[in-house]
């Protein structure tokens, strides 16, 4: 299919979660080629301080609101969907799957009624890069993850979301790209809710070292990505937006010599880091405290969450800075250094 904006200004573009720590980098992103921020509309259940900063136009609406949608996206030209709730608790499964699959149906139907020409949606990296041998890296074409991953109801819900967008469009000529970035690190997450892992670090919260491994990405490659999305990438397709695949020590042998902050290289086995979360969780809990590691991001940490392929690098012309860069900007912003 030919591009839909074909690289004109001004474009008129609706956001689903553009409060968010991506949300608002693809905001930034849009303005600084050129939009203007009343051509940016947000749809979200209420504003977020930081938006009022970057004058954009906000539409009170939720995805798990069919008719508000269809509302909120009359007269647009492009539709990020990004909406989504990051949970690990499994008294949240119903909510991620009315905001994640009932949320997606909902975009995908208002924005073909409403006759929106593309629809990028964030999935994540996670729907299909998830293994248990390190030394086995899986592709963006290839299967998904859900095997592994279809026990936490954040990935199972995300993972039926992303066939939602990937499978062709029953209704009208709206193109749905699907971006898949990893772990989203740098600077601007005042929420914590993507770099909680280097601020743990920062902080000394890291009792233990996982036994798995991450892949991350800058988010200011990724809203990049998601701009130069409105007019390339492959429907049906998954595009990989990270930078690099590192153990946990790794990652955190980088963190210390960028930092000089050292944590004891504590490794005990997988299977026991899981079995000692799972009974320190409830006493910390009965003693009114969050426990340091839940089970459930224990058993995560456990395995290793590396992906590769080259479509975002082909098609989008993705190119992520370094991973140093990365982590040097993500630290200096949680320490209020940048």
């Known amino acids: 299919m030919g591009a839909p904006l074909d690289g004109r200004l001004p474009v008129r573009i609706a956001l689903t979660g553009g409060g968010g720590f991506l949300g608002r980098a693809v905001c930034r992103a849009w303005i600084e080629r050129g939009v203007s921020p009343k051509d940016l509309t947000v749809v979200s259940r209420s504003r977020h301080p930081l938006l009022d900063e970057l ?18 996206f009359a007269e647009v030209d492009l539709v990020y969907h990004l909406a989504g709730l990051v949970s690990r608790d499994p008294r949240d499964a119903g909510r991620m799957r009315a905001i994640h699959v009932d949320g997606t149906r909902n975009a995908l139907q208002a924005a073909s009624a409403a006759g929106v020409r593309r629809v ?25 993850a859900a095997e592994i991953v279809s026990r936490w109801a954040y990935y199972r819900t995300k ?20 971006l898949n970035p990893s772990l989203i690190l740098g600077p601007g997450d005042v929420d914590g809710s993507s770099t909680n892992d280097v601020r743990d670090f ?25 701009v130069t999305a409105a007019d390339a990438g492959e429907p049906g ?29 504590f490794s005990p086995p997988a299977g026991l880091q899981v079995l000692a979360s799972a009974a320190l969780a409830p006493m910390a809990r009965l003693l009114g ?7 459930a991001t224990a058993a995560m940490a456990q395995l290793h969450w590396f992906a590769s392929g080259e479509r975002a690098r082909k098609v989008l012309g993705f190119v992520p800075r370094t991973a140093d860069e990365t982590l040097a900007d993500t630290v200096g912003f949680l320490r209020g250094i940048r």
Not at 126 to 141: A, I, K, L, M, Q
Not at 204 to 210: H, T, W
Not at 289 to 295: K, L
């Open 55 to 72: 004058g954009v136009a906000h539409r009170v609406a939720s995805v798990t609101d069919p008719e508000a949608l269809r509302r909120a």
């Open 120 to 144: 990028v949606y964030a999935s994540s990296t996670g729907t299909f890069g998830c293994t248990r041998d390190p030394s086995r890296v899986p592709h963006e074409d290839g299967p998904d």
């Open 159 to 178: 993972l039926e979301a992303e066939r939602l967008a990937l499978a062709p469009q029953p209704e009208g000529d709206t193109t749905v790209i699907v």
């Open 202 to 226: 920062l902080q000394g919260r890291m009792p233990v070292i996982a036994r798995g491994g991450v892949n991350f990405v800058d988010v200011r490659d990724a809203a990049a990505a998601f």
């Open 237 to 265: 397709a998954r595009h990989l937006l990270g930078a690099e695949n590192v153990t946990v020590e790794e990652l955190v042998d980088r963190l210390s010599r960028l930092t000089g902050v050292r944590v004891p290289k």
């Open 289 to 295: 405290r969050e426990p340091m590691v839940d089970p």
